[in-house]
């Protein structure tokens, strides 16, 4: 199976952001892409690695048996 290219606005719509986002991220180099002539791609996978790469776990708080002082 192939892995399908997406345009900057399919990538920022599953971003949930607008395009400029994506665009940002192609200048700064901290995504990689395709050139497609002039066109610019961003493949699926690259896409998704990147969401996985920064997202933050949430901290689990262990809960005190004596409770907070007052």
Do not use: C, W
């Amino acid at each position: 199976m192939t892995d399908p290219l997406l345009t900057v606005d399919q990538a920022a719509e599953r971003l949930g952001t607008t395009a400029r986002f994506p665009r940002r991220l192609i200048a700064e180099r901290r995504i990689a892409f395709v050139k497609v002539g002039s066109h610019v791609r961003i493949k699926e996978s690259v896409l998704v690695a990147y969401i996985e790469g920064n997202t933050v776990q949430p901290i689990r708080r262990r809960r005190s048996r004596y409770g907070r002082a007052a």
